[in-house]
């Protein structure tokens, strides 16, 4: 049969692609239709080679008519298909034999006609799910029973994250019957190597299906892969009457995972408020850090879950407390620009002086995003506005810097109301004015000039602001450099003025057009001197 079906596809590939793709078209809507009388209509009256092309040709929606008899149900013209040649494991764009197609459906009678017929049981579609996955995911556990019994593996993984069993399907989608089935026949309940199924009960909140797995001797405190336990994944979803069945039943409150998080840590990340709240009742230690020292209240800062900042502070949680990276809450909320964290920690006395191990406070943080609001009360709570932290590239830069840099305007104006210098160096002798002249923060550096700042000052390369304009290419920069009549004889360590670092004509025509190229200057006045001589 095999052999034969192949000597079909090899001819059906010269057929027509339009004559393909009608002719299928017509029998899957006769499928829908359940119009057996225009299926046996086709098969007589059109060419065998034509339908059998037809019969294994996926649609535009991907799909053979094999697939769709199988999907619907039609077992009668499934046969009818079967009897005249149609193949059994062909595969539609999503990978899936017909026998996924029925399992999908939760069609018993067609999954058993093409078992009967040959289907490939373990066939897996592009995310490795079989046919008992997709049994298993729907809840039939009739289907379950005939796929096993038919030679379906148990415990086989799908490719899916680190790989779910058809128990894993059925305890994810809460279809308990299906998921007692599975154990009957054998499915591994403490499997470990991928996802396991209480885990993936806990994470959306099944507590009837977790209780279950619990009754079938599934441990409490079974790790997965990344060393998380139920009670983890509950923590996630804020499922609290789960995560509290699984404390009674037995799981530890402070387990950690090969991160080092524990449930609370989880619960903070997620903004889990309720289960939060109930972890904290039942005495969860909130002073426990993970494997970079953060505690729960770093992870609720740095996601700007309020709520449950509050409650952690309000139980002791210490809000000074730095991680191995010298973060503290203020810091992290700082980082990732969550203004009302911020405001709480600082309304509770947080040290807004406090600083990384790059010595960045919550002030640089601010800055680089451009958080006013978070930037003025910062400030308003005692902020030092000139102190020199490092950035990423290893350059020592005030808070000014950085905002002129990222071209944060009103940030940039507040701190200098509030006292920062403009002229401040940091590292290379850089002042905010180069910073913001590098990243061509055309609007920043007006602010800064406008403030006082010398536009003349050198980097410890001899650059003047307008030696870096110009040799960044900066157009408009460097007019504005100009306009506020800047020093253009300033020559740099190497003894170049600004108008020889030039890199296109119209960088040059600014400077040609106020006659600032000093060897033309000298050549004009030599020629004018000589002929006047005469």
Request: proline letters at 3%.
């Amino acid at each position: 049969m095999d052999t034969l079906l192949a000597r079909i596809a090899e001819k059906t590939d010269e057929l027509p692609e339009d004559d393909l793709e009608t002719l299928a078209t017509d029998i899957e809507r006769a499928i829908w239709r359940r119009d057996e009388a225009t299926v046996l209509r086709i098969f007589q009256h059109r060419p065998r080679r034509l339908v059998l092309g037809a019969l294994n040709h996926l649609s535009v929606d991907g799909e053979s008519p094999v697939h769709a008899a199988a999907l619907h149900g039609e077992a009668n013209l499934l046969r009818l298909m079967i009897e005249f040649g149609a193949g059994v494991n062909g595969v539609n764009k999503y990978g899936w034999t017909p026998l996924h197609s029925a399992a999908s459906g939760n069609e018993i009678q067609t999954a058993n006609m093409l078992l009967q017929h040959g289907a490939n049981i373990h066939a897996t579609d592009r995310h490795g799910d079989s046919a008992l996955h997709w049994s298993a995911e729907n809840g039939n556990p009739g289907l379950s029973q005939l796929l096993i019994e038919e030679g379906a593996l148990v415990n086989q993984m799908n490719k899916i994250g680190v790989g779910e069993t058809p128990l894993t399907k059925a305890a994810q989608n809460n279809k308990i019957p299906t998921a007692m089935l599975l154990i009957m026949l054998g499915s591994e309940v403490n499997w470990n190597k991928g996802k396991p199924a209480i885990h993936a009960a806990a994470k959306q909140g099944h507590t009837l299906m977790v209780n279950m797995l619990l009754d079938h001797r599934v441990k409490v405190n079974l790790k997965d892969g990344d060393g998380n336990t139920a009670l983890h994944m509950a923590a996630v979803g804020d499922h609290t009457a789960t995560a509290k069945l699984l404390i009674e039943r037995g799981a530890r409150i402070n387990d950690k995972n090969k991160a080092g998080q524990t449930p609370l840590h989880y619960a903070a990340l997620e903004n889990s408020v309720q289960t939060t709240k109930m972890l904290l009742l039942k005495n969860a230690d909130f002073t426990i850090p993970n494997y970079i020292g953060e505690l729960a209240l770093h992870n609720a800062a740095y996601m700007g879950n309020v709520d449950i900042l509050r409650m952690l502070m309000d139980k002791g949680s210490n809000i000074d407390a730095i991680t191995n990276c010298d973060k503290s809450p203020l810091i992290l909320a700082s980082q990732t620009e969550h203004s009302l964290g911020c405001s709480v920690l600082m309304q509770r006395g947080a040290d807004v002086n406090i600083n990384d191990q790059y010595c960045f406070t919550p002030l640089h943080f601010a800055a680089w995003r451009g958080s006013f609001k978070v930037v003025r009360e910062l400030l308003d709570k005692g902020a030092k506005a000139n102190i020199l932290g490092m950035t990423v590239l290893g350059e020592y830069s005030t808070p000014l810097h950085i905002a002129a840099e990222h071209d944060h305007c009103d940030v940039v104006k507040l701190l200098i109301t509030r006292g920062a210098e403009p002229d401040q160096r940091g590292s290379f002798g850089k002042t905010p004015l180069h910073a913001a002249v590098a990243k061509n923060s055309v609007e920043s550096a007006a602010i800064l000039l406008n403030a006082g700042a010398n536009i003349d000052l050198k980097d410890t390369n001899g650059c003047t602001s307008l030696h870096i304009a110009v040799m960044q290419n900066h157009l408009e920069m460097t007019k504005l450099l100009l306009e506020r009549d800047c020093d253009t004889s300033c020559k740099n360590r190497k003894q170049k003025a600004a108008s020889e670092l030039c890199k296109s004509d119209e960088m040059r025509a600014l400077f040609s057009n106020i006659g600032l190229f000093p060897i033309l200057f000298t050549f004009l006045v030599l020629i004018y001197t000589a002929t006047g001589a005469q």
